[in-house]
């Protein structure tokens, strides 16, 4: 492996960060909602699978008294 010298280093990084697209305000917007709505949507899906095997376990735990 070639060894680079600390500013040719330095160069190279900095044309390849001018390579880079960056998002938009308004793409990092959205994305950033679909985030939440996605993480709600989950999150509420797992409470109520939760909330349907706790209710399971508590039934068949009855059953057992």
């Known amino acids: 492996m070639a060894r680079v010298s ?3 280093f330095i160069r190279q990084v900095r044309a390849e960060t001018a390579k880079v ?3 938009t305000t ?3 917007m ?4 679909m985030v ?5 949507v989950l999150g509420l899906f ?4 939760d909330s349907a095997f706790s ?3 508590q039934q ?3 059953l057992l008294d």
Do not use: D, H, Q, S
């Open 30 to 33: 959205m994305t950033t909602l």
């Open 55 to 57: 209710a399971i376990v």
């Open 60 to 62: 068949l735990l009855k």
């Open 6 to 8: 600390p500013g040719e």
């Open 46 to 49: 797992f409470l109520g699978l």
């Open 36 to 40: 939440v709505i996605m993480t709600t």
């Open 21 to 23: 697209v960056w998002p």
């Open 26 to 28: 308004r793409e990092t």
